[in-house]
């Protein structure tokens, strides 16, 4: 019945027609004519001129032909159109000699299809037409306005690099490139959108990275097939194999140097304009866990902050279940003055200790949420004054307990140990689900859920590689995991990715 149903209300849903024109479309993949006249009118329609008002024809004679510059002044350096195009072609006095050495620009490269022209105008290029040639020249000088390099917001160090990605990709690229000064540094670029033609820049070493998980990076983002892709986190759900799971598959990070270092083991590293941050593939659990400082800091120090991260994820996955698990179920568990002294604080409260969690924890988030969305001056605000009123405010008025708001507080606070924001967001995700666990079925009901946790885990790949190794299953690696091991004794890339060269010291 329910798909009879469904079926109906879709047949009454009025289609729409498809808008695309198919003589606009003809007229896009044909090549240019040598009449510059018809190449004239034929851009001229396509950008609607004079109704698109930043976009620039400029006609001119060299020698005794016709000439003919577009470009879009709102992203073009303009002076390069006088200085460096106009300027030597017009003194220039020898009608026989090449274009490429007439203009003193750093690139110079030649295009016969209107479609790939309009791409390339679409990046600032300037294209030059010449009456009686099927080509347009097309001169690189892109202006494109954006932030100056500064300091990482979300992925802070205090001992380490602090410069941080940008919107702009030729400054991230070059910012990677001055890090590895290696000639096996590869930077490809792949139009993965329809209409926009927004870029995806791919990078890695090729005399290091795996032939086979390059090949299925390209075939994933050859798969894209939309009207536009803005940013990174949009193409992370394009092309990662899970989009439902709570656990992330691709690493996200806006410091250079982070991904630098990924790129020298044998991982791929995307990069878009638009986008302060890169992409890191394949990404296992420890690739969330990691910190960028950890190798910064000396051996004994690293692992020491390492071990705390841990008890913080610990704690905060089970501190409220166990809690509620003990209180609930297993009050035996208890020291009797400890007891006692949680019996008395709870003497007055009308609910159970599962609903005072619960309410702490839903409290505790929208705090934070509105922390973040807020104006920055008095986000830290909201959050310290919120979380005193209504916490000072719920005991007086016996809605919960003294030590449910210690509790809860601990686990809050062990959460923002967790630097990466997609594991963030997983291991919040996941306190509640062990906390509906306890409320039901004690500390049983944590263990089963954990366990399935685990098994879930184990199942995940990302590109081809299982989400826990090297732990499990094991591979030639240094064994970076819970704990790092002294730089001396790193002498493996991670075997998982199966680097052409395993052996980097």
Do not use: C
């Not at 037409?129 to 202006?143: R, T």
């Not at 990662?240 to 791929?268: C, H, M, N, Q, V």
Request: a neutral charge; proline letters at 5%.
């Amino acid at each position: 019945m329910l798909k009879q149903f469904l079926q109906k209300t879709l047949k009454k849903i009025p289609t729409v027609p498809e808008e695309s024109s198919t003589e606009e479309i003809d007229k896009k993949q044909s090549n240019l004519n040598a009449s510059l006249k018809k190449n004239l009118d034929l851009f001229k329609e396509i950008y609607q001129y004079p109704l698109n008002t930043d976009i620039q024809f400029r006609e001119f004679l060299l020698g005794n032909r016709k000439a003919l510059l577009i470009f879009i002044d709102t992203i073009t350096k303009t002076d390069i159109v006088e200085d460096h195009i106009l300027t030597p072609l017009l003194a220039s006095e020898d009608t026989n000699k090449k274009i490429e050495d007439s203009i003193p620009v750093k690139s110079i490269i030649t295009k016969t299809v209107v479609k790939d022209i309009l791409i390339e105008i679409s990046k600032g290029y300037i294209a030059l037409f010449i009456d009686g040639e099927e080509k347009a020249y097309l001169f690189s000088a892109p202006n494109f306005e954006g932030r100056n390099i500064e300091k990482s917001e979300n992925e802070t160090v205090v001992k380490g690099p602090k410069e941080a990605f940008n919107e702009l990709s030729s400054t991230n690229i070059s910012m990677i490139r001055k890090k590895i000064k290696s000639e096996s540094l590869v930077v490809e670029s792949s139009v993965i959108s329809q209409r926009s033609n927004n870029d995806v820049y791919i990078l890695y070493l090729s005399d290091v990275v795996n032939d086979k998980m390059l090949s299925n990076v390209r075939e994933r983002l050859k798969k894209i097939e939309v009207d536009t892709v803005q940013t990174l986190g949009l193409l992370e759900q394009r092309i990662e194999e899970r989009p439902k799971s709570i656990f992330p598959t691709i690493l996200f990070t806006e410091r250079p140097d982070r991904a630098a270092s990924y790129i020298e083991d044998g991982y791929i590293v995307l990069l878009m304009d638009n986008s302060p941050a890169s992409l890191v593939l394949p990404a296992t659990f420890w690739s969330f866990y990691h910190s960028s400082e950890d190798h910064y800091l000396r051996f004994p120090y690293g692992n020491f902050t390492r071990m705390l991260r841990l008890l913080a994820l610990f704690m905060t996955l089970f501190i409220s279940a166990a809690y509620v698990a003990i209180v609930t179920y297993h009050a035996e568990m208890i020291p009797p003055d400890l007891l006692l002294a949680i019996a008395a604080t709870r003497e007055k409260v009308p609910f159970p200790a599962a609903v005072e969690v619960l309410m702490m924890e839903l409290a505790f988030e929208l705090i934070r949420e509105a922390g973040l969305r807020v104006p920055s001056p008095i986000g830290p605000t909201i959050g310290i004054v919120g979380a005193l009123i209504l916490g000072q405010a719920a005991v007086q008025a016996n809605i919960v307990s003294p030590i449910v708001v210690i509790v809860v507080a601990l686990g809050g606070l062990s959460s923002f140990a967790i630097g990466d924001l997609s594991m963030n967001f997983a291991v919040r995700m996941s306190r509640f689900l062990l906390l509906l666990a306890a409320s039901f079925f004690g500390i049983y009901g944590i263990a089963a859920l954990f366990t399935v946790g685990i098994f879930y885990l184990v199942s995940i790949k990302s590109f081809g590689v299982p989400y826990l190794s090297p732990l499990t299953p094991k591979y030639v690696s240094s064994k970076d995991t819970i704990f790092r091991r002294l730089l001396q004794n790193e002498f493996f890339r991670p075997g998982y990715v199966k680097p052409k060269d395993i052996k980097k010291q």
